[in-house]
């Protein structure tokens, strides 16, 4: 084989292999003023690949998407792995609006957090399916949580809830969150016009224009929700845990712009220094494969 030849065999070799190598820093520590950790990320490849189709980074807008719709994150408290979502169609103390409600896709890993309170309002208690007679006159009662009375009377003292001037016994509250195996929450099979949703009381239990607004959702890491070592000593290096291939394994993301199946080491770069690290290791190995296939052919 000469020299031409072997040229052209080893551009083959580095064409084929650098790509799946070599890529470009994708996966950011932030989404505008929101820190991303393992398992979100901000983009395919990034984060675990279970929860990508349903946390979205888009022009450093954190957001969570389901059949219902696509929901603003406002924060993620890591420590006990909830993420809160604000749904501007529902309604406050401050605002009152028509709403068709808030669901969970059946296949997410996520669920409704303990705290968060849903009260549905304006709901038809002659017809609405969380209405029950039991025969009497004026007899209709919630099939929802008794307790939350307190919730209803106080939203209903707020001056934008009281313009719908209905009575307190058209809201209706889940606490803890019960929606069924298909966490659906349709609000025109209800019969209800709008809802609200609460996941804190600030301290402030009497004060309804305190409270804390919005939906918490728990979230696992995976069935034992044990946070995988690999992306842990990922984070240590300086590296984001992310995912690639056709079986979607792990990979980490460094800052070098290069993609590891371990993690990243802090130090001079493979373009200015021969200092090894596991993505070098690599691609020394490839090109004396690459070599020692030439030398055999000769």
């Given at each position: 084989m ?27 520590k ?6 991303i950790?393992y ?13 990508q189709?349903y946390?979205i980074?888009?022009n ?10 696509c ?22 103390c401050a605002?009152t609006q ?8 059946g296949?997410a ?13 304006d ?11 039991n ?34 016994s058209?809201?209706c509250?889940?606490?803890?969150v ?9 609000l ?14 600030n301290?402030?239990?009497l ?5 804390k607004y ?11 929700n ?18 690639g ?5 792990f ?7 290069f ?11 493979w373009?200015n ?25 000769m």
């Open positions: 000469n020299f031409k030849k072997s040229s052209i065999f080893i551009s083959c070799i580095v064409f084929i292999f650098l790509p799946s190598l070599i890529t470009s820093q994708s996966c950011q932030s989404c505008g003023n929101i820190p950790k398992p979100f990320g901000t983009g395919p490849g990034c984060g675990d690949p279970r929860f189709p946390v980074c888009n450093q807008q954190l957001s969570f998407k389901t059949h219902t719709g929901y603003p994150v406002t924060s993620i408290d890591y420590n006990n792995q909830v993420l809160y979502i604000n749904d501007p169609s529902m309604s406050t605002c028509p709403s068709k409600g808030f669901s969970l896709d296949n890993p996520f669920s409704f957090n303990d705290d968060t309170v849903f009260a549905l309002l709901c038809a208690t002659d017809s609405s399916p969380i209405y029950k007679s025969g009497g006159v004026n007899s209709t009662f919630p099939m929802c949580d008794s307790q939350g009375a307190p919730v209803c009377s106080l939203l209903y003292s707020c001056q934008a809830i009281s313009r719908l001037n209905l009575p307190i058209t809201c509250v889940y606490t803890p019960d929606l069924g195996p298909a966490f659906e929450m349709d025109e099979k209800l019969h209800c016009s709008s809802y609200s949703a609460l996941y804190g009381f301290g402030q239990e004060n309804p224009q305190a409270w919005g939906v918490g959702l728990k979230y696992k890491f995976n069935f034992n044990e946070y995988p070592d690999m992306c842990e000593s990922c984070e240590k290096s300086n590296g984001v845990c992310g995912y291939g056709p079986y979607n394994s990979l980490c993301n460094c800052p070098s712009g993609n590891t199946s371990s993690d990243c080491f802090l130090g001079s770069s373009s220094s021969f200092t090894t690290v596991p993505w070098q290791t690599d691609i020394l190995l490839i090109i004396a494969l690459g070599w020692f296939m030439i030398l055999a052919l």
